[in-house]
């Protein structure tokens, strides 16, 4: 299982009811996405007032939970 926790992306094992936290985004998380093949993660953030940052996009390695991308782009949310 796979949700956010502010600005925590949170993968939760089935098999021995341990959380892994995946740290990365500066704010709130507001979607989730895996890819067809389950090898990657998509999180995407709302824009941080307190920052001069655009929101980001962040794609995870679901193997490892290490970020391969990070795209800072958007004005508002993803």
Same mark, same amino acid.
């Given at each position: 299982?796979?949700?956010?926790?502010?600005?925590? &992306?949170?993968?939760? @094992? +089935?098999?021995?009811?341990?959380?892994?936290?995946?740290? =990365?985004? !500066?704010?709130? &998380?507001?979607?989730? @996405? +895996?890819?067809?093949?389950?090898?990657?993660?998509?999180? =995407?953030? !709302?824009?941080?007032?307190?920052?001069?940052?655009?929101?980001?996009?962040?794609?995870?390695?679901?193997?490892?939970?290490?970020?391969?991308?990070?795209?800072?782009?958007?004005?508002?949310?993803?």
């Amino acid at each position: 299982m796979i949700y956010a926790v502010g600005a925590m &992306v949170v993968v939760k @094992s +089935v098999d021995d009811s341990k959380d892994k936290y995946m740290k =990365g985004h !500066t704010s709130s &998380v507001t979607c989730i @996405s +895996v890819s067809r093949r389950g090898s990657m993660i998509a999180s =995407g953030e !709302t824009y941080d007032l307190n920052s001069e940052e655009c929101a980001a996009l962040i794609i995870w390695d679901f193997a490892s939970l290490e970020i391969m991308y990070r795209v800072r782009f958007h004005k508002q949310m993803i």
